[in-house]
């Protein structure tokens, strides 16, 4: 019988830094629905990779002094060993920069310009360099990118596009018609409100740079992000070479992984392109919460705020990160990581909950039977409700993890582990064991509670895959006994089977020591903000510079002649200026605080010897100063009674 197919995969990840504890959760999340569905018999694809072009590679590798690909190089190594440290079980591994994916790209994008769906025009907007993004003017926040809070840069070029806003309607019905294509629901609202607000058509194409793939028939273009790196999900699969059988065996994906702030552009942008190839659509896209710290601040690479995985592997072993991303947080929503939480849960639920467990069992056994349970075993009732929370387990983790729901999975497995404690203190197995007549009831309590670990180290596999075989070797226990099968049947250790007492599963931690050793090696953004306010308060010019550095800057006054607003942009106002010598203009971000008509006739400070820069079509040979006067104003600043053209020291 042929094995059903299941097909998961993270988002591939942007090399620009090392792998933290971001790219680890997502990538664990979806290494346990992996390893899952391969226990219930599917043949199971878990794709995962880097997405390694673009100008923000260009700019780190020119930084460091390296071509862009010895940058990716060393970087994707780091990924590929932290995936290897935590046990991911990828099947796949891709990299944008392979020359199948290449070469497949470039026969994608030429097929959309073939069909229409791609055409060359003319680019100008607002992009941000970190999220290798454009924006409108009306899409900024606060003139910043609204993904990530970044400063953007104003880009005019030739350029590619795809006719995204073809698509608005169809995707819409796609939502519809299949409303778990987007999980959680809420993402779904988010995704439905921003196409009604009308879909622009797409950049696919740079010219402004050159680490990435060439557009093959206009060479001095690269493809851009979404074509380059969307389509790693059907290029790893093999869609466009010569060998598609993955492709077809596997595609459309069931699930693909990823990150809140990139499931617009998996759930809008890759159907619109799915749809203008005619290929079928992955089933869903679900997308997790953000890792933030306990002041609620996001971690982030570019703010040097990350957690490296490594670390707390060393220290903790990779089942416990494991099981605390899983359990701490629940999948969909933002979670919080801390070193106390971490901390917290390592000691209750792994040290005393699950060590103790399997350390009192095995050593119970070993005590009273010398290793091996006798087959005759006397039952009271007191065993039926957890032989019956036992016998139900599987089903409850089934539907919490068909759900995604990683720590109700978890917090079920949990239950049964705290019920088979007490099950220990209701039938105190070590007065059971000073009676020789109660040797039968105390062989069935030994028995129950080796069956009860039996289970749950079947279940726990998915999660934590090093301490379920870790548990079973304790047990005895292998081959059909420790099946996804037989975790739905109670009774499937065999008869005869030798219990061992192995090593300690999870140590407990010294607390207030090990608090004080994490601070050290893992950054405390509220420890950093408090820091950074007393340095603030302590030196109000942080940056301090000499006499002769602020003598390089030449500040006149200027008489405001004319103003006028920009078309382009809305925040900015073309002003002419009477510097004394002549005229000259200069783009100015004011128009929010003052009207055109407010300002002519004015005498502003220019500085007078600024590079002249092109802000939206406008060169502006210049700068007025002005002030922050508070939240959500700013004042110009102006002179009285001083002419055009005096110097100002």
Sequence with gaps: MEKKTFYITTPIYYPSGNAH????????ASDAIARYRRMQGCDVMFLTGTDEHGLKIEQKAEAEGVTPKQYVDKIVANFQKLWKLLNISNDRFIRTTDDYH????????????????????????????????????TQLKDGKCPDCGREVKWAEEEAYFFRLSKYADRILKLYEEHPEFIQPESRKNEMIAFIKQGLQDLCVSRTSFTWGIPVDFDPKHVVYVWVDALTNYITAMGYGSDDDSDYKKYWPADVHFVGKEIVRFHTIIWPAMLMALDLPLPKQVYGHGWLLFGDGTKMSKSKGNVVDPNILCERYGVDAIRYFLLREIPFGADGVFTNEALIARINSDLANDLGNLVSRTTAMVQKYFGGQIPAERESEPVDDELIAMASSLREKCDKAIEGYQFSAALTEIWKLVARSNKYIDETMPWALGKDEAKRARLAAVMYNLCESLRIISILIAPFMPETSPRIQKQLGVSGDAVTYESAAVWGATPAGTVVEKGETLFPRIDVDKEIEALNTLIPNPMEQKAEEKKEKKEIPGLAQIGIEDFAKVELRAAKVVACEPVKKAKKLLKLTLDDGAGER?????????????????KTVVLVANLKPATLCGVESQGMILAADAGEDDVRVLFLEGVPAGSSIH
């Design 102 to 137: 290449v070469k497949a790209v470039q026969k994608i994008f030429r097929e959309l310009y073939d069909r229409g769906d791609i055409y060359k025009g003319k680019y100008d907007g607002w992009y941000c360099t970190p999220c290798e993004s454009f924006w409108t003017e």
């Design 585 to 601: 203009t200069v783009a100015s971000g004011i128009a929010k605080w003052y009207k055109p008509e407010d300002l002519i006739g």
């Design 21 to 28: 504890i971001g790219h680890s959760y997502c990538t664990v």
